[in-house]
């Protein structure tokens, strides 16, 4: 195991069991793969709730970052011949509008070491004292699911959410959304590949997280953006009509 994720491991393995012990009591069970399952629904939903802050954040900086935009783009061509200027001026720009360049990457990035730690956390799991490991479809949440369909979803609850947060971008930055969604099925290709080595448990918490994005992404970013097009479109329709209004000729009235 990796050093700096051993008191990760150590951390999540006590709040994970504790966790679990409370659905075992609230709901009189014996350990299984269904207690398990409720379990890492739990705290799935437990981890991005603490995280909710961070998105919230990064969602501003974003908003911030499109606002600013044409500003960079002048930056940008201004010291194209220049890299060290217009790094200069771009990093003078950020700090002056308050814009981090890396703030809407964090909440994407931080369930990463998470998941790695949760696989040592399973691993460390007596199944010998699990009564029945199966769910739905799946003979044994601790083994790899034999039908593919986990690495499946993870894939899907991995790319809409990017996608969805790309149709939330103003559609003039063509070239960086190009960018941006080939990143973001690369991203959702690494993690359907890597779900097939991992045990069904932890493809489903990263499902279970995805799913939980796709609902923050949907509210914090593509539903205010689509607002704010209806009402940027609604006021151009006034402006248009009322410019025909002022171009109609007026008639005089005969006696």
């Not at 393995?13 to 009189?28: A, K, R, W």
């Not at 911030?64 to 771009?90: S, T």
């Not at 689509?226 to 006696?255: C, F, G, M, S, Y």
């Amino acid at each position: 195991m990796m050093k700096f994720l051993q008191p990760i491991t150590n951390f999540l393995t006590i709040i994970f069991e504790g966790m679990h012990n409370i659905i075992l009591n609230i709901f009189n069970m014996e350990p299984s793969g269904v207690s398990y399952i409720l379990t890492i629904a739990l705290f799935t939903l437990i981890i991005r709730l603490l995280i909710l802050p961070l998105n919230i954040k990064a969602n501003r900086s974003n908003v911030r970052m499109q606002e600013i935009q044409p500003e960079l783009n002048a930056i940008q061509k201004k010291y194209a011949n220049d890299p060290q200027k217009m790094q200069a001026e771009y990093s003078k720009c950020m700090k002056e509008n308050n814009v981090s360049m890396f703030g809407g990457c964090l909440p994407t990035l931080l369930p990463l070491p998470i998941l790695f730690a949760l696989y040592y956390v399973f691993l460390t799991i007596n199944v010998n004292q699990v009564t029945d490991t199966s769910f739905l479809w799946i003979p044994n949440v601790f083994e790899k699911d034999p039908y593919f369909i986990l690495p499946v979803l993870a894939f899907l609850s991995t790319y809409i959410p990017s996608l969805l947060l790309s149709k939330s971008m103003p559609k003039n930055e063509g070239g960086q959304q190009m960018n941006m969604g080939t990143m973001n099925l690369m991203m959702a290709g690494m993690m359907g590949v890597m779900a097939i080595n991992f045990s069904s448990i932890l493809v489903i918490y990263w499902i279970i997280g995805g799913v939980i994005q796709l609902a923050q992404t949907y509210f914090l970013n593509y539903l205010p953006a689509k607002k704010k097009l209806a009402a940027k479109e609604a006021e151009e329709q006034l402006k248009v009509a009322a410019n025909a209004k002022k171009a109609t000729p007026k008639t005089k009235r005969k006696n």
